[in-house]
């Protein structure tokens, strides 16, 4: 049935269909939020926009289009709620300047009305973004110029399918979006709106399963290709023992990992099987030991892409490299500059068990102590495993100048022995920052970076 | 002419001693905690701040209510209807909607009242950084001139305001949506701070990381030393995020390389805080114009 005019009874059915299905989706727009915060529920807010617009035109409804959208427009602005419902408020407004003093509307007439409503909400923004409700607004509004028809039941119907894919086009405009896997929800949310004043205008349930399935369709989530295959200009690869470092240069940003166990170094060829799983224009490799570097540098001669070694010389200072790496620089000589400095600053501390007798440096060792060493000196025994970190960081010359101490604890210690060993140290060094981190590992029951 | 009035909202941390001596009035923005929204009294009513920032450090999420238009509308009324003008210094665009809503408000009561003027000035910062544009504007408002011409004046030169801060963690920022920062910048790596300014756009950039709180605080008061103007002359505003002991450490470190006249010391309120989290320390001071734009 064509339908060439409204009158404003129609058009506050409409109104009223528009916020019975926007409220039936409201929850599955909230969901679309990409920041989990009230500022952002986007559902709820325009909900309560359009439920006072609603409320507040309702005794408008047999004034007249122009005056009838004037009470709404006004409602929407009182009730507005967060950014979507300042800018539906705003869409709104327009509405109601081009309809000022029409009694009813046509097609051409709704036409106007949106161009007016997308001038309105996007001066009602200060820097106004695409891939946004604005978008989906904007592209509407153009596809309702391009098309002449007379009947405002085809209008609605080409303007409501063009909304649903603007909509799915907002993750290529908004990369928030993209990598969130998300179509945005203030569009979301407004295709709500038209989806029930166009169901209400061909004479079906605003509310009705059909609408909720098709909103369904219309926000589902927007599969991101995948990106794996592109090369990048960085790429990183570490050694490392135990899990808790395994879990933590993973997610500090090391792309390639080589686990290296007592007693089983890595060799030349784990080296060139880590670079060539990683792909970037040039890989900064970490041996985390003396006695890796070597076969480092022998892959990266068998390698055909750019590798700098970072020449780390324990765990320790692998951890205070990456902690302080930038992949953002320009240049590789800022990356690697970036991590030399960090780990020119660092001491490593290591705590583990003597596995025979021994006198070093002036400390008697007997099989069984716990021994500390600081940068591979051996500085303290003693038969308890905290007495030995203790006196192994009140024997370091330097400490006086050092500020950041992270303690990586081995497979074998548990929490209640670190919680202890930190009330001690915070006590004994006040001016200190202590953290403990789980390493994981064998062998040493303590690797500490010193910094 | 009736004197303007000037308000600020929750963002801009300046406390009722502040405001009653430089007559600056506020809009309240809102707070969520635990399904519960509360006004985010810049007098903490609600919440103390040792309370609200113990709320955060339990691990309790809370989220932040930008100012509503029923707000505005009744705020900027009262002064209108009075027959004055209002400068409104809103919570940077970049990290509130509050500014844009307060844009459409003033526009609309256009109508209503068309002899007075709300003018709404983007601070394109938060904190003190804001409060100390609202002292900034008593003060020309004192020297006579008019709300239009203070405005103007903000514009010009809200970015000469220089904000450098440290959070304990990103984590909050990032959960709020509140921080342009590049990965580099993420994972919980224990003692690696962050250095986060407010840029040319008024967002929180994550400029640069250095490792431990001390060293934080020393490089910060040594980039101040690079861009601040005559500190002789104007006052220091430090806000921190319940951790007095680290502000007053922050103080001294800035002070002992910059001569400023004196310091203002207050908390991060809870809008604000909500975003940046507990042990956040942030300095603000008048220097040379920021030009740095961040970029994820």
Redesign the interface.
């Known amino acids: 049935m064509e339908i060439v005019s409204l009158n404003s009874n129609k058009l506050a059915e409409m109104m009223l269909g528009g916020y019975r299905c926007l409220k039936l989706n409201e929850s599955k727009v909230d969901d679309l939020n990409?920041?989990?915060?009230?500022?952002?529920d986007t559902g709820a807010n325009m909900v309560k926009t359009l439920g006072g617009a609603v409320n507040e035109a309702l005794e408008c409804a047999n004034d007249g289009c122009g005056a009838y959208l004037k009470r709404f427009a006004r409602g929407a602005?009182?009730?507005?709620?967060?950014?979507s419902?300042?800018i539906l408020?705003?869409f709104f407004r327009g509405f109601a300047d081009a309809a000022a003093g029409k009694q009813e509307l046509c097609a051409a007439d709704m036409s106007e009305l949106m161009k007016s409503g997308v001038a309105r909400s996007y001066s009602?923004?200060?820097?106004p973004a695409e891939g946004t409700i604005l978008t989906v607004m904007k592209d509407a509004s153009e596809k309702a110029k391009t098309c002449a028809k007379t009947d405002l039941t085809a209008l609605f119907g080409t303007v409501t399918e063009e909304m649903r894919a603007s909509l799915r086009r907002t993750p290529d405009l908004l990369p928030v979006l993209k990598e969130a896997g998300v179509v945005d929800s203030g569009g979301a949310g407004f295709l709500c709106v038209f989806e029930g004043m166009c169901a209400v205008l061909n004479g079906e349930n605003p509310d009705g399963e059909h609408l909720a399935k098709r909103f369904e369709d219309s926000a589902a989530p927007v599969v991101t290709g995948d990106d794996a295959a592109e090369r990048k200009k960085y790429g990183v690869v570490a050694v490392c023992a135990g899990d808790g470092f395994e879990h933590?240069f993973g997610?500090?940003?090391v792309d390639a990992l080589i686990l290296a166990r007592p007693g089983d170094p890595p060799s030349t060829e784990s080296f060139v099987r880590a670079f060539s799983s990683v792909n970037a224009d040039c890989l900064f490799v970490l041996p985390n030991d003396p006695n890796f570097i070597l076969s480092a540098r022998q892959a990266a001669q068998l390698f055909d892409r750019r590798v700098e070694i970072i020449e780390t010389k324990s765990l320790a200072e692998g951890y205070?490299a990456l902690?302080?790496?930038?992949?953002?620089r320009e240049t590789p000589e800022q990356v690697i500059d970036d991590m030399l400095s960090?780990v020119s600053?660092v001491i490593t501390g290591l705590v583990t068990r003597a596995v025979r007798d021994t006198r070093l440096g002036g400390v008697d060792v007997k099989t069984g102590d716990y021994i500390g060493l600081a940068d591979h000196t051996l500085l303290c025994a003693d038969i308890d495993m905290n007495s030995a970190v203790v006196s192994l960081l009140q024997k370091l010359p330097c400490i006086a100048d050092k500020?950041?101490v992270?303690v990586f604890y081995g497979a074998e210690v548990d929490e209640d022995s670190c919680g202890e060993l930190e009330q001690t140290l915070s006590k004994l060094f006040p001016?200190m920052?202590f953290?403990f981190?789980r390493g994981g590992q064998e062998l040493y029951h303590y690797i500490i970076s010193i910094? | 002419m009736k004197k303007f009035a000037i308000l600020i909202d929750s963002t801009g941390d300046l406390p009722r001693e502040m405001r009653e001596r430089y007559l600056i009035d506020y809009v309240a923005m809102g707070y969520v905690v635990d399904g519960i929204e509360y006004q985010a009294s810049l007098d903490w009513r609600s919440h103390t701040p040792r309370e609200f920032y113990n709320f955060m450090r339990d691990g309790k999420r809370i989220t932040t209510v930008q100012v509503h238009v029923d707000t505005y509308t009744e705020r900027f009324s009262e002064y209108l209807s009075a027959g004055r003008d209002v400068v409104y210094i809103a919570c940077s665009s970049a990290l509130s909607g509050s500014y844009n809503t307060s844009r459409v408000v003033a526009e609309s009561l256009k109508e209503t009242y068309p002899d007075n003027t709300v003018y709404c000035v983007d601070s394109l910062i938060s904190s003190l950084g804001q409060g100390s544009l609202a002292i900034a504007a008593a003060s020309m408002r004192d020297e006579g001139k008019s709300a239009a011409e203070t405005a103007e004046w903000l514009v010009a030169n809200r970015l000469k305001v220089n904000q450098f801060g440290t959070v304990e963690s990103l984590e909050y920022l990032r959960a709020a949506g509140r921080v342009t920062a590049t990965s580099a910048f993420f994972g919980n790596l224990f003692g690696v701070k962050p250095i986060v300014i407010s840029d040319a756009l008024g967002q929180n950039f994550a400029v640069k990381k250095v490792k431990g709180a001390l060293t934080a605080k020393k490089d910060m008061a040594q980039s101040i030393s690079e861009i601040v103007e005559n500190p002789e002359q104007q006052t220091l505003y430090i806000s921190h995020a319940d951790d007095v002991a680290a502000a007053e450490q922050f103080r001294d470190e800035i002070l002992a390389a910059n001569n400023f006249k004196d310091v203002y010391m207050s908390y991060i309120g809870p809008i604000v805080g909500a975003s940046v989290g507990p042990g956040t320390i942030i300095s603000f001071c008048v220097g040379s114009e920021v030009t740095v734009e961040g970029h994820a």
């Open positions: 990409v920041f989990p915060v009230p500022d952002g602005l009182m009730s507005a709620r967060g950014n419902g300042v408020s705003q009602a923004v200060i820097n933590y997610e500090i940003g205070s902690s302080m790496m930038d992949l953002n960090a600053n500020e950041v992270t001016r920052e953290g981190v910094e």
